[in-house]
């Protein structure tokens, strides 16, 4: 799996901290999904195949 560096990672911190100043919980899932999107991109597959590829329940 593509790991993405700490400086990238602390950017998209940054921007969505910035974005949703007071609510930390919607700050964790915007920055989820943000890191799970840009893994997809540098894998250069969909959103949904990266989901499905790293899905730990995809065979049941």
């Given at each position: 799996?593509?790991?993405?560096s700490k400086i990238e990672k602390d950017a998209i911190?940054?921007?969505i901290e910035a974005e949703f100043p007071h609510d930390p919980a919607l700050q964790q899932v915007h920055i989820a999904?943000?890191?799970i999107s840009r893994k997809a991109e540098?894998?250069?597959i969909s959103l949904f195949?990266?989901?499905k590829k790293y899905s730990k329940n995809r065979d049941e």
């Open positions: 799996m593509i790991e993405l911190t940054k921007d999904r943000n890191i540098l894998e250069g195949n990266f989901i």
